[in-house]
């Protein structure tokens, strides 16, 4: 398959999850569905630090092991990839100390009442150990299976 971000855009996604580091990073990656060639990335900020400080009991994890953007950050994020033409294609996170899987958590953020909220939107997960980028996973909505499924590809070296 041909994926949706170029090898300069996962420069930035590691880039990004090494400055985050112990805290997971989030963002957007936005284009031409098909061709990466005006692929925008856009960082994100976590705001689950803040949400588990004011809301411990809402907010049980801290942003270590979770991540949390603004709606409306979102929201300007996604009017402005559609004002210059571009569909959202991938939402991209990092887990530190952790590996590259798809957790209950993150199928959680992505559903809404058992359905995928962006079915067409891919999910990057970058693994960072001990400062250093240890791999990452492409997660994609099956539509057959009704589940988040990690997606093969030679060129993310899994
Ligand atoms: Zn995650």
Redesign the pocket.
């Known amino acids: 398959m041909m994926l949706p971000f170029t090898e300069e855009n996962l420069e930035e996604v590691h880039r990004h999850a090494l400055q985050e580091y112990p805290y ?1 990073c989030c963002g957007i990656i936005a284009g031409t569905p098909g061709n990466n060639e005006d692929n925008r990335l856009y960082r994100c900020t976590n705001i689950q630090n803040e949400l588990h400080q004011k809301d411990p009991g809402t907010f049980v994890r801290d942003a270590r092991t979770a991540f949390y953007i603004d709606p409306r950050e979102l929201m300007s994020i996604f009017k402005e990839a559609r004002n210059g033409g571009r569909v959202v294609k991938v939402f991209y ?1 990092s ?1 530190p100390e952790h590996d590259a899987y ?2 209950e ?2 199928r959680r953020m992505a559903l809404f009442d058992n359905e995928p909220t962006y079915p067409e939107v891919c999910y990057l ?1 970058v693994s960072v150990y001990d400062r250093k980028v240890a791999g990452q996973a492409l997660f994609a909505w099956n539509a057959s299976t009704q589940s988040f499924e990690k997606l093969n590809s030679e060129s993310l070296h899994l």
Request: without cysteine; negative net charge.
């Open positions: 997971e996170h887990h798809f957790s958590e993150d997960v």
